[in-house]
């Protein structure tokens, strides 16, 4: 890839300035003195605590001022565009500074909000009329809002504008699934290690294909494993119960920032955010009522309007804004060679069930959601169209005994249920003929490659395709799933464990790399786990409508 090596040591060279910490997590001592501060971590002057829990000494902050405690997050970055995140520990006005070099000669500065008890003390500024292909560096500097020479410790981050040239190439990295199933950041592990790994891949954003949070997975101090080892997590109070306030919600979503892995990969790399069911609790859709004693609030509906405020408030998303509404399905153009269509396959979707109806309007996208994608994919012309689906479509993704979660119900026949929805979207992009499509997902807990062909199929109008899963980030790993043959699927590759959540101590994590590049077009898909071990690869070509199996 054009260029990797040159972006690589700016990169790095930037955040040695950074009050980002890199191993306070990795000592004991430090997550009693996390999880005093998360438990508290809204209320302005709980500053001290915070210092300890991101491995900033309390001597570094200018006392009385704001900081940034908590890191910052670029994100939804495009050829001229972009967003920056921060968090403050108090009100304050969010200025930011962008320049060519780590130097900052010559830095424009950026008004941003006032952060506040409304937002959590979370705010983004967006970046616009930016260079192309660029290295952008940028600090963000909290200011006292009554007095603005009055400023916290800066927080330094850099990012990599697309390039609006074919030839430079496009490198990402996807997964999702982060602390799910009570398996949180272990400081004896090293935290979650697997986006340090990413972040040396040096991609030039990572796509998060849902579940950055488990809202109903409790964080318990300490978990024995089978074979007697014990897991020890940094715990909060937010985290010690199932989500269910706004309070609880954006507790959940901060928990995740303690470890500084993560804080030093936000400060590197964009990320790409969508969501799914846990950000909620698991397997939810709208209008859904609670069978479940651990909630008392059994209403969904008002679940997922908390969490939604909360989620908007923690990443930094262009379709959304902190005090408003919007959507998570947009489309994000990274130049010539990339469009990624991000989905949501939750918020629209019908009620689980055993999906077999002969006539479904709604589907898992929504009518308006599908309209979007038709329109946005017949209008694309990105060599490449990245699907980037939070759920699989033909691996059969349970919910109970007779229900289904995802697009797939088992049944290899004529589409039925969610699949036709689907298949309305596939004959579309035959008929259209809109080439270069891959699907993008995570979900099920573990790795492998799907090869749809119609030869195979009950359902035959649409050309061929591949869906790649890869995650989680740091969860429980789960066994594989069987495929549903409608869309005639074929498995050349799957990892996965043999029996149900098997934790992050006992199995490797997985992430997934694309590099497309800028002379031939040829996209590669790398299947890797956590130590940057490939396990599998694929090469496809561009502009075809279908792409070949093996």
């Not at 060279?13 to 000592?27: E, I, K, M, Q």
């Not at 306030?245 to 959940?252: D, I, S, V």
Request: hydrophobic share 35%; charged share 20%.
């Amino acid at each position: 890839m054009a260029q990797a090596s040159g972006r690589g040591v700016d990169r790095r060279s930037v955040l040695h300035g950074a009050a980002l910490g890199t191993a306070a997590l990795a000592l004991p001592g430090v997550a009693h003195a996390a999880g005093a501060h998360a438990a508290g971590a809204s209320a302005p002057g709980a500053g001290t605590a915070a210092a300890n829990a991101t491995g900033t000494a309390p001597a570094q902050a200018r006392a009385g001022r704001p900081n940034a405690l908590w890191g910052v997050q670029t994100g939804d970055v495009t050829t001229s565009s972009g967003l920056v995140w921060a968090r403050s520990d108090r009100p304050a006005r969010m200025l930011v500074q962008t320049a060519a070099t780590e130097s900052f000669r010559n830095a424009r500065t950026w008004h941003g909000p006032v952060l506040g008890p409304g937002t959590d003390f979370t705010g983004t500024t967006a970046l616009h009329g930016l260079p192309s292909a660029e290295q952008i560096h940028y600090r963000v500097l909290l200011a006292d809002p009554h007095d603005y020479r009055r400023t916290g410790e800066p927080v330094t981050g850099t990012f990599r504008t697309a390039s609006d040239r074919r030839r430079d190439g496009v490198r990402f990295t996807w997964s999702g699934d982060l602390a799910g199933q009570g398996w949180g950041i272990n400081p004896e592990l090293g935290g979650y290690r697997i986006y340090e790994e990413m972040r040396r891949r040096d991609p030039d954003f990572f796509l998060c294909s849902g579940d950055n949070i488990y809202a109903d997975s409790p964080i318990e101090a300490s978990v024995r494993l089978p074979d007697g080892r014990i897991w020890r997590n940094v715990t909060t109070e937010e985290k010690s119960k199932v989500a269910e306030t706004l309070a609880e919600y954006r507790g959940a979503f901060r928990y995740n920032l303690l470890d500084a892995n993560l804080r030093r990969f936000n400060a590197q790399v964009p990320t790409v955010i969508q969501w799914d069911d846990h950000e909620v609790r698991n397997n939810w859709y709208p209008g859904q009522i609670l069978d479940d004693d651990r909630y008392t609030e059994k209403d969904v509906d008002v679940l997922a309007a908390r969490s939604f405020r909360a989620f908007r408030e923690y990443f930094p998303i262009r379709t959304l804004r902190p005090g408003g509404s919007g959507r998570v399905y947009r489309v994000i153009n990274h130049g010539p060679l990339l469009d990624v269509f991000v989905l949501d396959m939750r918020t629209y979707r019908n009620a689980n069930s055993p999906n077999r109806q002969t006539d479904e309007r709604q589907g898992i996208l929504g009518a308006e959601q599908l309209a979007w994608l038709k329109r946005a994919l017949s209008r694309s012309r990105a060599v490449w169209k990245v699907i980037a689906s939070d759920l699989p479509l033909g691996l059969v993704v349970a919910d109970g005994t007779a229900n289904f979660e995802a697009v797939a119900q088992g049944d290899p026949g004529a589409p039925l249920g969610r699949e036709l929805q689907i298949a309305e979207l596939l004959r579309h992009i035959k008929h259209r003929r809109v080439t270069g499509t891959v699907w993008l997902t995570t979900d099920v807990h573990y790795t492998s490659a799907q090869h749809y062909d119609p030869s195979r199929a009950a359902f035959k109008d649409f050309a061929p395709f591949w869906e790649f899963v890869s995650g989680p980030l740091n969860a429980g790993g789960f066994p594989a799933v069987p495929l549903d043959g409608t869309f005639g699927p074929a498995q050349p590759f799957v990892k996965a464990p043999r029996r149900a959540n098997v934790s992050p101590a006992e199995s490797p994590q997985y992430f997934g790399e694309v590099d497309i590049d800028g002379d031939s077009g040829e996209l590669t898909v790398r299947l890797r786990q956590d130590s940057g071990q490939v396990l599998f690869s694929q090469s496809l070509q561009p502009g075809r409508v279908g792409q070949p199996g093996r």
